[in-house]
């Protein structure tokens, strides 16, 4: 059986991680200082035996001895992560640092989830991992996306020079349930409004375009990059490269959840970035793997999840 360390675990992508992982027979022990994670996401594992629950932060130095480390934790919305951004920064450097030591000491593989952020606003479309990406290291974003680039920068260097094995994912926009309610994403904001039956606001005309990837996509995806052969360091996208515009995920929306909420139109806020897609050629080729889960059905399951907790 494998002891397997999932940082972040509380979290919304951590604790169906944390599911998955113990399906599959191994040892869990999900690290988390729940600042947007809840006890809630994890209820259902904590009287598991293969079960550990380490609250702490992971800027502070964590000796355990473990196989593999899943290194999720870090606050994925700019609502969140601009809240405290100096404490962003130093969870996504020191935090990488810190399981990073962890891997090298105790000899385990450890997978970064890094973000389809390190290519900021990107000058090419489809993103391609060999496309160095183009971020404002001064904006408001650059907290996370800067410090996500340098975890980055982090594993590939303990990995030449220590040899420790890495994986990096660069994880796109994703959803499904446990997400937070108040994170302040498209897909959150819209099926909560339209539950409540609230307007659902689209900013500009609702022709701009996002691609979303449910969140089981994502996790079988993690769980293949992890099993790849100790020299394949990544970065590896993992998305879903379908585009729907704002328009239509509204009017999806509405009529999975029959709800009579209008849609209002509101201005476009200035840092929005204009798209975002993945080219997934690598994940295909090296993993055999690409999302299977129609947009429809991850909604519903999605709606399903936030119609209980509301
Ligand atoms: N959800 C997405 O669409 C998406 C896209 C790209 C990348 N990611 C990455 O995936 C990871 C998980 O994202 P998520 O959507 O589940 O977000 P989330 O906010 O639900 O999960 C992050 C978890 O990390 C914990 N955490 C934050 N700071 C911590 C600290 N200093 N010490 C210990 N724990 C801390 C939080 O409490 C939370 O449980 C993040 O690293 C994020 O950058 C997510």
């Known amino acids: 059986m494998k002891c397997v360390l999932v940082t972040g675990g509380a979290g919304f992508l951590g604790s169906h991680l944390c599911d998955r992982l113990i399906q599959s027979g191994n040892h869990v ?30 800027i502070w130095p964590y000796i355990k001895n473990v196989d593999e480390i899943y290194n999720l934790a870090c606050p994925a919305s700019p609502v969140h992560y601009q809240y405290d951004p100096v404490k962003t920064i130093n969870t996504s450097v020191l935090g990488a640092i810190n399981m990073l030591e962890l891997a090298k000491g105790a000899g385990a593989k ?3 989830a890094s973000t389809s952020e390190v290519y900021g606003d990107p000058v090419i479309h489809p993103q ?29 260097d303990y990995h030449r020079q220590m040899g420790v094995i890495v994986k990096i994912i660069r994880i796109f926009n994703t959803y499904g ?26 900013y500009g005309d609702g022709t701009q375009t996002r691609s979303f990837q449910y969140v089981d996509d994502l996790i079988e995806g993690m769980i293949r990059v992890m099993n790849t052969e100790d020299e394949f360091t990544g970065p590896v996208n993992l998305g879903n490269p379908g585009e729907f515009t704002m328009l239509e995920l509204a009017n999806l929306v509405l009529e999975l959840t029959g709800s009579k ?39 519903l399951k999605t709606i399903d999840y936030f119609r209980s907790i509301l």
């Open 29 to 58: 022990i999900c690290l988390d200082n729940f600042f947007t994670g809840t006890k809630d996401n994890i209820q259902h594992l904590m009287g598991d035996s293969h079960f550990e629950l380490e609250e702490r932060e992971i």
């Open 110 to 112: 450890i997978l970064q």
């Open 128 to 156: 391609t991992e060999d496309y160095w990406g183009n971020v404002n290291p001064i904006g408001v974003r650059s907290c996370y996306d800067e410090g996500k680039r340098c975890a980055e920068t982090l594993c590939m």
């Open 177 to 202: 349930p446990r997400m937070a309610q108040n994170d302040g994403r498209v897909v959150s904001n819209f099926i909560v409004n339209a539950l409540l039956g609230k307007d659902i606001e689209i």
């Open 261 to 299: 909420s209008d849609i209002v139109f509101s201005t476009l806020p200035k840092d929005d970035p204009r798209k975002r897609k993945p080219n997934i050629t690598l994940a295909k080729t090296k993993l055999d793997w690409e999302p299977t889960i129609p947009l429809r059905e991850g909604l």
